[in-house]
């Protein structure tokens, strides 16, 4: 398995991940509202580096004990090999440091390969939101994930 080196995301890396994001991820944000994720103070925004450069990101949002994942994304070449599953990993410890119970997401029902990757890191289906996408129109499945489940993930995975 690949060691992912995974740190929050800085001004100075912001064209790289935002490059991943553009790629990954349609429609995406605007730049400058990218950016301003950055120094938001709910917002987590972290990248997994491989030799140097970012292949993958992960933006969260902690308040009120939950933590939104806004977007999660990795390069095509890297998928599969474990930057998604330490993304995730480092996003819930860095959900729990701000006293977050839970991880939730919103994520269109047809994506079947984000559902199966959410499924396989401990989120379950807790709603549905009717139409919520655009551009086809869709419904947006309601995925959390409890972080006591972490603690239990992080305990074993060197086994």
Not at 72 to 80: D, F, H, K, S, T
Not at 89 to 109: P, T, Y
């Amino acid at each position: 398995m690949t060691h992912w080196d995974i740190r929050p995301v800085t001004a100075a890396d912001l064209d790289a991940v935002y490059a991943i994001f553009a790629a990954c991820i349609s429609p995406c944000w605007k730049k400058e509202t990218f950016a301003a994720r950055l120094d938001h103070p709910c917002a987590v925004v972290l990248a997994a580096w491989q030799e140097g450069k970012p292949v993958g990101f992960a933006d969260g949002e902690c308040a009120f004990g939950l933590c939104e994942l806004n977007n999660i994304a990795v390069l095509p070449q890297y998928r599969c090999r474990g930057a998604g599953n330490a993304l995730l990993l480092a996003l819930g410890r860095a959900a729990k440091q701000r006293d977050c119970v839970a991880i939730q997401l919103e994520v269109r029902q047809s994506n079947q390969a984000a559902l199966a990757f959410y499924r396989e890191n401990g989120f379950v289906q807790v709603g549905r939101r009717k139409n919520y996408y655009t551009a086809p129109t869709e419904d947006a499945l309601l995925l959390d994930k409890h972080l006591q489940e972490e603690e239990k993930d992080d305990e074993t995975a060197g086994d």
